[in-house]
């Protein structure tokens, strides 16, 4: 299928985008201070001496999870993409359109567990919407806006990324891929590897959040511009950076970490765990001096990281350097998750 054309499943393609969508964004405002750019997640309105990131997602939740632990997911979805801005997530707006199979006691678990992560991170409700509807389904059931809030200095982003500045990658690959697979279709995993393989795929499921590494990284000035690695997974969210900051990348592939569950998860299942959906990944490009720093200040939490390379010019391109050598980084195009997710829903 031509990439400027919808595909069958997952995020457009951003040619489509540049052809389609990019084109026609309303009246301009001297006030949006970042707008709608592919390998940003995130948009920035300037009021007054404030800035306001805003970010806006699909609710989304899957009964199977349990409500409270799908409200969870749903939950960091909407903000992890807020939080990379640099700015502190302070509000949500949530419109509801439930299907009309939920009970009362379902909405309420999985209100209480929206409530109680509000809580946690200091986020108040702002507004919303909330009804039953003939032909809404799960997942999708509805539509949340996370919105975080600073001063001009904390705001992080593409422009800021300097030749020289080091990537750090937090966690590894496909950490959604395997969260949710093993969640999902736990007798896959089962069958694969055994029942302590599918537990310990499992457990992956609550690293899906980017939220604790971008607070750390908010203590670090020389952090220049975050991305949560959803779609296309690591080569992706790298790709779409470069691409957003019109710099190159020199990618040591070694460098980058990998959970063994997960190295072991993509070996049993044959797929590229580096192309694959890891919402709990943050790619990070940061000056030289801070990025040891930020290392160890995100290993004091248990967050594993590492330095895998550097931004180099845009002359320079974007290029792996892996055990065979040298190759271009190039956009997965099709994420492995939603062929695996399809293949073991048959």
Avoid at 144 to 152: E, F, L, Q
Avoid at 257 to 263: A, Q, S, Y
Avoid at 318 to 326: P, Q
């Amino acid at each position: 299928m031509s990439e400027d054309k919808l595909p069958e499943l997952g995020k457009i393609h951003p040619a489509f985008f540049d052809r389609v969508i990019y084109p026609k964004l309303g009246a301009p405002s001297r006030d949006v201070v970042i707008g709608p750019r592919h390998g940003v997640d995130y948009g920035v309105l300037r009021v007054g001496p404030k800035y306001l990131a805003f970010s806006t997602d699909p609710f989304f939740i899957v009964p199977s999870f349990g409500f409270a632990k799908a409200a969870w997911f749903g939950f960091h979805i909407v903000f992890c993409d807020v939080a990379v801005s640099g700015l502190t997530p302070r509000y949500l707006t949530i419109d509801l359109n439930l299907p009309p199979e939920m009970t009362e006691s379902e909405l309420e678990e999985m209100w209480d567990a929206i409530h109680a992560e509000a809580v946690k991170y200091g986020i108040s409700i702002l507004t919303g919407h909330t009804a039953r509807y003939t032909g809404c389904n799960y997942p999708m059931v509805g539509g949340a806006t996370s919105i975080a809030v600073g001063g001009k200095r904390d705001l992080r982003g593409p422009g800021r990324v300097r030749t020289g500045d080091r990537i750090v990658i937090t966690k590894g690959p496909a950490i959604e891929t395997t969260g949710l697979l093993a969640v999902l279709f736990p007798e896959k995993f089962i069958a694969a590897g055994g029942v302590a393989f599918q537990k310990e795929a499992a457990a992956v499921f609550s690293r899906m959040t980017v939220m604790e590494d971008c607070a750390i990284a908010r203590k670090f000035r020389g952090v220049h511009v975050m991305h949560d690695a959803t779609e296309c997974g690591v080569w992706g969210g790298l790709y779409e950076m470069a691409r957003a900051g019109g710099y190159g990348l020199r990618i040591e592939e070694e460098a980058i970490p990998v959970l063994p569950v997960i190295r072991r998860t993509a070996e049993l299942f044959k797929f590229d765990p580096f192309a694959a959906i890891s919402e709990g990944t943050l790619i990070a490009m940061a000056d030289e001096r801070d990025a040891d720093g930020l290392i160890r200040a995100l290993g004091d939490e248990g967050i594993p990281a590492a330095t895998v390379g550097e931004v180099v010019s845009a002359a320079e391109g974007l290029k792996i350097m892996g055990r065979s050598g040298e190759r271009p980084l190039e956009h997965p195009t099709v994420d492995p998750y939603w062929v695996l997710a399809a293949e073991f829903s048959k």
